[in-house]
């Protein structure tokens, strides 16, 4: 099957090859969890669906072909993405109690305006910030990474400077 344009310019834009990708072993799991979901159930289903579309007759007047195809090749592109993801997977191994500093993998407790946060350090693809989960790469997780208790740590936003204080690393 040819890869479309659109696909191909988006692997393009969005490299992945060099990049290193942390995740945790859970979201390691997920990811082969999801890649194996789409290669054997999702795909064989789009793939029958587009199939059964394609004897309705005219293709070019054909939504319920239209649809089944473009579904199909969103299904591919998750696909490849996730491959690109697995090729450069480094698994966060975070010791408790390790070396107090903060790492990918980390837990850090911190004071902004009187007010106690927490948040967990952990790769781009793991990143979910209303569940305090921050990426080793937004501005906030890169300037709290190889800090450790008790220091002070600026980070410039668009709204101004907040300045955080760790009063704790897990």
């Known amino acids: 099957m040819q890869i479309p344009k659109r696909r191909a310019q988006m692997l393009r834009t969005y490299p992945m090859q060099d990049k290193v990708n942390y995740v945790t072993a859970d979201g390691l799991e997920r990811l082969k969890a999801e890649l194996h979901e789409l290669k054997t159930v999702k795909q064989r289903e789009l793939a029958e669906r587009l199939d059964a579309a394609r004897q309705l007759g005219d293709l070019s007047e054909n939504a319920e072909y239209q649809e089944a195809k473009h579904q199909l090749g969103q299904v591919q592109t998750r696909m490849l993405q996730i491959d690109q993801l697995l090729k450069n997977v480094m698994v966060i191994e975070h010791e408790p ?18 007010k106690e946060r927490t948040f967990e350090i952990v790769g781009s693809n793991e990143a979910d910030p209303s569940a305090g989960r921050i990426s080793n790469e937004s501005p906030l997780g890169s300037a709290f990474i190889g800090h450790a208790k008790g220091d002070t740590v600026s980070v410039n936003t668009p709204g101004g400077t907040n300045v955080y204080v760790i009063t704790e690393v897990k």
């Open 97 to 114: 109690g390790g070396a107090g500093t903060v790492t990918v993998g980390s837990t850090v407790v911190v004071q902004i305006g009187g």
